[in-house]
C-alpha cells in the first residue's frame, strides 16, 4: 500500500507539472489572438494550475507582510534592538522548521493551509511579547537583580501560563481534525505541530539569547513609555463603574449572535470565491451563462428503477412481430428446419452479426428499446425546463434525432440502428451514455450564478420526479457529479462546524479546571470566548456570509487563541488578589501589568490576520477580516466581561 501511494503520489506530482505546463502553452497561444477576438481559458486545468499559484503567491506575501509588520510593531511597542531582532528570529526559525518538516514528508499544501505560515509567525510572536513584557517588568521592578535571575525568574512565571495558553491553541487547531473535511484536517495538524515548535523555541531561544547580552539600561524613550498610563487601565476603571453595562451590552450580543445563527448558510458560489478581474472568474462566467453551465450533475439510472422490470431477463427486451415491418404471418407455426442447421455461418470468417437476431454476441439494452428511450426523453425534457439546468446530454438526444429522421421508431428499427452505428458515431452519442445492459447515464451542467440556487434543494426536486411522477425506483437512480460533491461538502461544513466546536468547548473546559482547580473559575474563564465565537458566526449570519472551508475554522481559531488572554489574566489575577484581598484592586494591577501584554498580543494578532485582504482567493480575505474580528471580540472579552465575572462572582478563596 505504501509503494503503491507513493506511485500515486508521484503521478499526480508530474500530472500537475504537465497540466501546468499544458495550460501556459494554450494562454501563449490565446495571448496570440486576443487582438482578433475574445477569447476566454476555463476548465479544471486551468483551475488547477491557477490555483497553485494562488498558494506559492499566497505563502510569499503573507510571510513577507507579516515578518515586515512584526518589525514595526516590535520597534514601535519596545523602543529596543534587541526586542525586535530576536523575537523575530525565533519567530522565523519556527516557519522555517515546520517548513522544512513539511518538505521532507512531503505533506502538500493547500488554499487553505497555506495561511498556516502567517498564523504560526502571528501565534510564535504572541507567545515571545508574553516573556518580553514580564521580562522587562521583573527588570522595572528589580534593578538589583542579575541577568541571570532575570531571565530564569521570567521564565519560571511564565512558563505556566505560556505552556497552558499554547496547548489550548493546539486544541482548538486539532479540534479541526474531526472536521472530515481534508483540507481542513490537514491544515489542523500543520499548525498543531508548528505551535509545538513555536513554544520549545520561544523558551529555549529566547531566553539564550538574553544569557549572551548584559543586561539592557533602560534609555529615556523606554522609561518615558513605562511610565505612560496603559490604555488598558481604562478599561479596568470603566469595568469598576459601569460594570452593568458590561453585562447588558454581552447579554444583548448573545442574544443577537444566536439569531444570526439561526440564518447561517452553506449554500455559496465557487465564482464568487474569485476576484472579478482573474481570469478563473471570467472564464466561469462566460462557460455558466453563455455555454451552458459550469458544474457537472450526472444522474446514473439501473434498468431494475423501471416499473416491470425487476430480473435479467424482464430487462432484455424480446421483439416480436409488430416490430418487424416486413415479418409475415407463420400459418403452420412451426420452427424453422434448418435453424438448427448453420455450418456456414460459422464456418464464413466475414459473416457480418445478425443485427435482427435475438441471440448476438450482446443483449440488446432495455434503454435502447421504445420504452426506454421514451422515460429518457421524458426526463431529459424535464431538466432542461429547470431554470438552474443549462445543457442536457443523454440518450435522448439519439432518439429524437432518430424520429426527426425516420419518422417514427419501433423496437426493430433501434436494434438495427444500434448495431449500424459506426465506431466513431457511437462513442459520442451512446458509449457515455450507455453501461452495457443495465445502466443510463444522464448528465447536465447547472448554472453555477443562478440567483438563490440551492444545490440540495436542486437535487431532492429532481430526485422526486423521478420517482414520484415517474415511478423510477429511488434505490436504483444515482446522482453524482461535481455539484453533488461540492453540496455534500458544504452540507458537511454545518455538522463540522458543530463537532469541532463542541471538541474545542469540552477540550478547554477540561484543561481549565484542570489549570484552576475549579470548575466556577473554568466556568467564568470560558464564557467571553464563548461569546467571541458566537458572535462571529452570528454576524456572518447576518451580513450573508456563508460557511465553507476556509470560514469553518474560524470560530475553534477564536476560542483556541482568545483563550490564551483569559488564562494569562486569571493567572495574573489570582496572585494579585492574594496580595491584599481586594477584588478591584487586583483588576486594576492586572489591567496594568498583562493587560498590556494582552493588548498587544491582540492587536498584533488582529492586523496580522487582516494582511490576508491580499490574497486573491475571497475565502482568504473573510477568513483574515472575520478572524480578526473575532479576536477583536475576544480581548474586549477578556478586558470587560472576564474582569466583570470575577468581580460578581469571586471564585478565589482568601486566606
Known amino acids: 500500500m505504501e509503494r503503491v501511494s507513493q506511485e500515486f503520489l508521484d503521478y499526480r506530482t508530474q500530472s500537475e507539472a504537465r497540466g501546468h505546463q499544458r495550460v501556459e502553452r494554450v494562454r501563449d497561444v490565446v495571448e496570440r489572438y486576443q487582438d482578433e477576438a475574445e477569447i476566454f481559458v476555463g476548465g479544471v486545468s486551468m483551475i488547477t494550475a491557477d490555483m497553485i499559484s494562488f498558494i506559492k503567491k499566497d505563502l510569499v506575501i503573507f510571510g513577507t507582510a507579516t515578518v515586515l509588520f512584526i518589525i514595526l510593531v516590535l520597534a514601535v511597542i519596545f523602543r529596543s534592538l534587541r526586542f525586535t531582532v530576536i523575537p523575530v528570529v525565533t519567530c522565523l526559525t519556527a516557519v522555517l522548521v515546520m517548513l522544512g518538516m513539511l518538505s521532507w514528508l512531503d505533506w502538500r499544501l493547500t488554499v487553505i493551509s497555506s495561511n498556516f505560515v502567517a498564523l504560526l509567525l502571528i501565534i510564535s510572536l504572541a507567545i515571545i511579547i508574553h516573556l518580553v513584557v514580564r521580562y522587562r517588568e521583573f527588570a522595572d521592578e528589580n534593578p538589583e537583580w542579575s541577568q541571570q535571575r532575570l531571565v530564569s525568574e521570567t521564565v519560571r512565571f511564565m512558563v505556566k501560563p505560556c505552556l497552558y495558553t499554547t496547548l489550548t491553541t493546539m486544541v482548538a487547531f486539532m479540534s479541526l481534525v474531526v472536521s472530515g473535511i481534508r483540507p481542513v484536517i490537514d491544515f489542523g495538524w500543520m499548525m498543531t505541530i508548528g505551535l509545538l515548535f513555536a513554544l520549545i523555541l520561544a523558551f529555549l531561544f529566547l531566553p539564550a539569547s538574553l544569557m549572551l547580552l548584559p543586561r539592557s539600561k533602560a534609555n529615556p524613550r523606554e522609561q518615558a513609555a513605562a511610565n505612560r498610563k496603559p490604555l488598558t487601565l481604562y478599561c479596568s476603571q470603566f469595568v469598576e463603574y459601569h460594570g452593568g453595562v458590561v453585562l447588558t451590552v454581552s447579554l444583548a450580543l448573545l442574544v443577537l449572535s444566536v439569531w444570526g445563527i439561526s440564518r447561517l448558510q452553506v449554500e455559496n458560489r465557487f465564482i464568487d470565491y474569485f476576484h472579478e478581474s482573474t481570469e478563473i472568474y471570467r472564464g466561469l462566467s462566460v462557460i455558466d451563462q453563455k455555454l451552458g453551465g459550469t458544474t457537472s450533475l450526472d444522474i446514473v439510472i439501473n434498468a431494475r428503477a423501471a416499473s416491470g422490470f425487476t430480473t435479467e431477463e424482464d430487462i432484455t427486451p424480446t421483439f416480436t412481430d409488430e416490430d418487424d415491418p416486413f415479418a409475415e404471418a407463420d400459418h403452420f407455426d412451426e420452427s424453422d428446419p434448418f435453424g438448427q442447421l448453420n455450418p456456414a455461418a460459422e464456418e464464413d470468417p466475414f459473416a457480418d452479426a445478425d443485427p435482427l437476431s435475438e441471440h448476438g454476441d450482446e443483449s440488446t439494452s432495455y434503454w435502447m428499446t421504445v420504452a426506454g428511450l421514451e422515460q429518457i426523453e421524458k426526463i431529459h425534457d424535464y431538466l432542461e425546463t429547470l431554470p438552474e439546468v443549462g445543457k442536457v446530454q443523454s440518450l435522448g438526444i439519439?432518439?429524437?434525432?432518430?424520429?426527426?429522421?425516420?419518422?417514427?421508431?419501433?423496437?426493430?428499427?433501434l436494434a438495427v440502428m444500434d448495431?449500424?452505428?459506426?465506431?466513431?458515431?457511437?462513442?459520442?452519442?451512446?458509449?457515455?451514455?450507455?453501461?452495457?445492459?443495465?445502466?443510463?447515464?444522464?448528465?447536465?451542467r447547472v448554472k453555477d450564478s443562478y440567483p438563490g440556487l440551492k444545490r440540495a434543494e436542486l437535487v431532492e426536486r429532481i430526485r422526486q420526479h423521478l420517482t414520484e411522477d415517474l415511478s423510477l425506483d429511488a434505490e436504483h437512480v444515482r446522482f453524482t457529479g461535481l455539484l453533488v460533491l461540492y453540496n455534500n461538502m458544504l452540507q458537511s461544513l454545518f455538522s463540522s462546524q458543530i463537532v469541532t466546536l463542541g471538541v474545542v468547548f469540552f477540550c478547554i473546559m477540561l484543561m481549565f479546571v484542570v489549570l484552576f482547580r475549579s470548575v466556577l473559575v473554568a466556568l467564568v474563564a470560558i464564557l467571553p470566548n464563548v461569546l467571541a465565537a458566537l458572535s462571529v458566526l452570528g454576524g456572518m449570519g447576518l451580513i450573508g456570509i456563508p460557511l465553507d472551508m476556509m470560514t469553518i475554522t474560524i470560530a475553534a481559531i477564536t476560542v483556541g487563541i482568545g483563550v490564551d488572554d483569559t488564562i494569562h489574566y486569571i493567572h495574573r489575577f489570582k496572585k494579585e488578589v492574594a496580595i491584599d484581598g481586594d477584588y478591584v484592586a487586583a483588576m486594576h494591577r492586572s489591567h496594568g501589568s498583562i493587560g498590556k501584554a494582552m493588548y498587544y498580543t491582540s492587536v498584533i494578532i488582529i492586523f496580522g490576520f487582516s494582511i490576508m485582504v491580499l490574497s486573491e482567493f475571497i475565502p482568504t480575505i473573510y477568513f483574515g477580516l472575520l478572524t480578526g474580528l473575532a479576536m477583536f471580540a475576544a480581548l474586549m472579552g477578556a478586558l470587560f466581561l472576564l474582569p466583570k465575572l470575577i468581580l460578581v462572582v469571586r471564585p478565589f478563596k482568601l486566606a
Open 398 to 413: 439519439l432518439y429524437k434525432v432518430g424520429k426527426e429522421l425516420n419518422g417514427t421508431l419501433n423496437n426493430f428499427e
Open 419 to 444: 448495431k449500424a452505428l459506426s465506431p466513431d458515431v457511437r462513442k459520442v452519442l451512446v458509449d457515455p451514455y450507455l453501461n452495457g445492459a443495465q445502466e443510463t447515464r444522464i448528465t447536465m
